[in-house]
């Protein structure tokens, strides 16, 4: 299971998506949360499905890495669609059953959209480097400096966290295999058993995750690295047409899920 966790990941390529700039990516991504959830009838969710589709296609992104990234949350997509399932009000599917349409037609746009929302998230991270992903977020956060807030600073943290998921995902397996060379069983056992079993994995996790990050933060100390004052880049970032294109594209999809709820299709 912790090998299906994607996040964090990148996969290099050259690619329309790929070659996007950084903070197009972001902003598309911002657009396209807006329209999921503004998205209300099949139609709606349909054009999101085509939309998703043809981002992955465009980005030579796999179907199979993003529902292998999906696996890990899928206690969470069925416990959404099970509470829209059983409490939403409506026309029961037989008499006296606490299951009426709605709740089923809105269990499933939940499942749908819990879906498309983390493919796209995913999308995002496949298809930018770490760094870039970095410069971007500080560029269009970069207005906040005027009220001394350290956006350098805050998104590089971000950066790092992000980068440091399958760091940290590869080290916990390799921490349960040793554990179960060992003998230690992490799948009987009642729910508190199992929550006990957990300690010999969480406590090295932890003493590997401080070491790490000091063996970081010496490095990059040694770097002279001060925050973000004065700090230049090898690659600047710039607009391209196909950036301009890209945005206003996301920024019809907006409009179009607007319309779209306006009629309730």
């Known amino acids: 299971m912790l090998k299906d966790v994607t996040l964090g990941q990148y996969f290099p390529g050259n690619t329309v998506v790929h070659r996007l700039d950084p903070r197009t990516k972001i902003l598309l991504l911002i657009f396209f949360i807006v329209a999921l959830f503004t998205a209300k009838g099949w139609v709606g969710y349909g054009v999101m499905v085509l939309v998703t589709a043809a981002s992955m296609a465009a980005s030579h992104i796999s179907p199979k890495n993003i529902f292998k990234g999906l696996k890990p949350m899928i206690f969470i997509i069925v416990f959404t669609a099970a509470l829209n399932l059983f409490y939403t009000d409506g026309t029961p599917v037989l008499p006296g059953w606490p299951i ?29 480097s770490p760094m870039a992903l970095t410069d971007g977020m500080e560029r269009l956060l970069s207005p906040l400096k005027k009220i001394g807030l350290p956006i350098h600073e ?18 916990t397996d390799k921490i349960m295999s040793a554990q179960k060379a060992r003998g230690a069983d992490f799948e009987n056992g009642n729910l508190l058993q199992r929550a006990k079993a957990l300690l010999p994995i969480l406590v090295p996790l932890f003493v590997s995750s401080f070491r790490r990050a000091d063996e970081l933060a010496v490095a990059m100390e040694s770097r002279c690295y001060h925050g973000g004052s004065g700090r230049t880049r090898m690659k600047q970032l710039h607009f391209a047409p196909r950036d301009l294109w890209a945005l206003l594209l996301g920024a019809v999809l907006v409009a179009g899920m607007f319309v779209l709820k306006h009629f309730g299709l």
Do not use: K, V
């Open 100 to 128: 009426t349409w709605e709740g089923a037609a809105r269990g499933a746009q939940m499942i749908l959209r819990i879906i498309l929302l983390i493919a796209g998230t995913f999308l995002l991270t496949y298809t930018t």
């Open 154 to 171: 805050i998104t590089m943290m971000m950066s790092m966290a992000l980068r440091f998921i399958p760091t940290l995902i590869e080290e």
